[in-house]
Every structure is written in structure tokens, then in C-alpha cells.
T-cell receptor, first 110, second 112 residues
Framework: LAKTTQPISMDSYEGQEVNITCSHNNIATNDYITWYQQFPSQGPRFIIQGYKTKVTNEVASLFIPADRKSSTLSLPRVSLSDTAVYYCLVGDTGFQKLVFGTGTRLLVSP | DGGITQSPKYLFRKEGQNVTLSCEQNLNHDAMYWYRQDPGQGLRLIYYSQIVNDFQKGDIAEGYSVSREKKESFPLTVTSAQKNPTAFYLC???????????FGNGTRLTVT
């Protein structure tokens, strides 16, 4: 089971790019890397998922180096509404247990 | 709209009582999960189910029980054996291996 490690918290200002890195040294060959965003008193919601190299969607980019032992979530030009907790999740192969790490609490200030 | 419905949003119980939290999904997903979240903490896995009539313990299953009699439903019972039941409970599902999790909006349980 791949364990993940993220910074506990990060601070940024509106308009800046934020990069949150997740370490997952024992990622398995078939595992994907998925990032979620959670606001207080809500369920986490999916942001982006990738397997290798780079993935980009309308809200974020995900960078994964060749060894796949880490990944970086990049949020371009954050706003106050991006203040949330961000979780990196590495999945077991198949329908097995999915264990979340402690997440990164991002605070965006004016 | 497809999604996951957790009810109720807030639940209050007296200590010593069992309580059942509802989770229903109309996404036709095979796998369902229950997580617990304490204030300022991450999510901890209680139980998960890959198919109907089958479920597995997560990391903190003691004091909880589940059933999976229908694909759409995965209720969680918090028993009186759970020492610290007050928490935010989240239900999730996913369609296939490696597909993203879809979460409900949670049930906040307070036991006094």
C-alpha cells in the first residue's frame, strides 16, 4: 500500500502559482495518482489524476517524474476560493482500500 | 443528477445507542467506502465494499458495522462499542479500479 507524504500547510497570495508536492516512494506499477480538494464540512472532490509525465485540465496541472516516486499539483493563479485542504491519493490495484494521507492545508490571502 | 446522498446531514445521539448512517448512490458504481474525519485531521478508512454482499475492514473498523445488500446502498452502523463516535462521516464510491472517488456531503454525528 503506497503511503503518501505532503507538507502540512502552505501559504500563498492571490494570483500566484502554487505547487504542492506529494511523496509516494513505494508506488506500485499499476497505481494512478489522484488529487482531491476539500472545503470544510464537505466531501473531497476530484481535481486531477495522472499516471506519468504531465496532465493538465481546466483547473490544475499534475507533474509526475519518470520514477513516479513523487508528484506535484500545480494551481495556476490561485484565488481566495482555492483555500482548502488538498489530498494526494495513490490507489491500490483494483477495488481495494484507498488510504488518504493528512493532506496539505492551503491558505490563500489577498 | 447522479451522485451520492448521505443522510441526515446532522445526527445527535445519546451515548450507548447504536446509530445508522445512510449512504445511497445512483452512479452504478461497484465499490463503496466509508471514511471518518475528525476536526483538523485527514480521512481514515472504516470499511469498504467492492461488490454486493462483500465488504472489508479498513484501518479503524472497531465499533462499526456495515452491510451491502444492494449495489446502491452501503449503510454504516456506529455501535455503542465505538469509544469516540463523534466525528464527520464521509461515504464515497467509484466505478472502476483507479477511477476517482465520488464523495457524498457527509454526516456529522454528535454523541453526548
Amino acid at each position: 500500500l503506497a503511503k503518501t507524504t505532503q507538507p502540512i500547510s502552505m501559504d500563498s497570495y492571490e494570483g500566484q502559482e502554487v505547487n504542492i508536492t506529494c511523496s509516494h516512494n513505494n508506488i506500485a506499477t499499476n497505481d494512478y495518482i489522484t488529487w482531491y480538494q476539500q472545503f470544510p464540512s464537505q466531501g473531497p472532490r476530484f481535481i486531477i489524476q495522472g499516471y506519468k509525465t504531465k496532465v493538465t485540465n481546466e483547473v490544475a496541472s499534475l507533474f509526475i517524474p519518470a520514477d513516479r516516486k513523487s508528484s506535484t499539483l500545480s494551481l495556476p493563479r490561485v484565488s481566495l476560493s482555492d483555500t482548502a485542504v488538498y489530498y494526494c491519493l495513490v490507489g491500490d490495484t483494483g477495488f481495494q482500500k484507498l488510504v488518504f494521507g493528512t493532506g496539505t492545508r492551503l491558505l490563500v490571502s489577498p | 443528477d447522479g451522485g451520492i446522498t448521505q443522510s441526515p446531514k446532522y445526527l445527535f445521539r445519546k451515548e450507548g445507542q447504536n446509530v445508522t448512517l445512510s449512504c445511497e448512490q445512483n452512479l452504478n458504481h461497484d465499490a463503496m467506502y466509508w471514511y471518518r474525519q475528525d476536526p483538523g485531521q485527514g480521512l481514515r478508512l472504516i470499511y469498504y465494499s467492492q461488490i454486493v454482499n462483500d465488504f472489508q475492514k479498513g484501518d479503524i473498523a472497531e465499533g462499526y458495522s456495515v452491510s451491502r445488500e444492494k449495489k446502491e446502498s452501503f449503510p454504516l452502523t456506529v455501535t455503542s462499542a465505538q469509544k469516540n463516535p463523534t466525528a464527520f462521516y464521509l461515504c464515497a464510491s467509484r466505478a472502476t479500479a483507479n477511477s476517482p472517488l465520488h464523495f457524498g456531503n457527509g454526516t456529522r454525528l454528535t454523541v453526548t
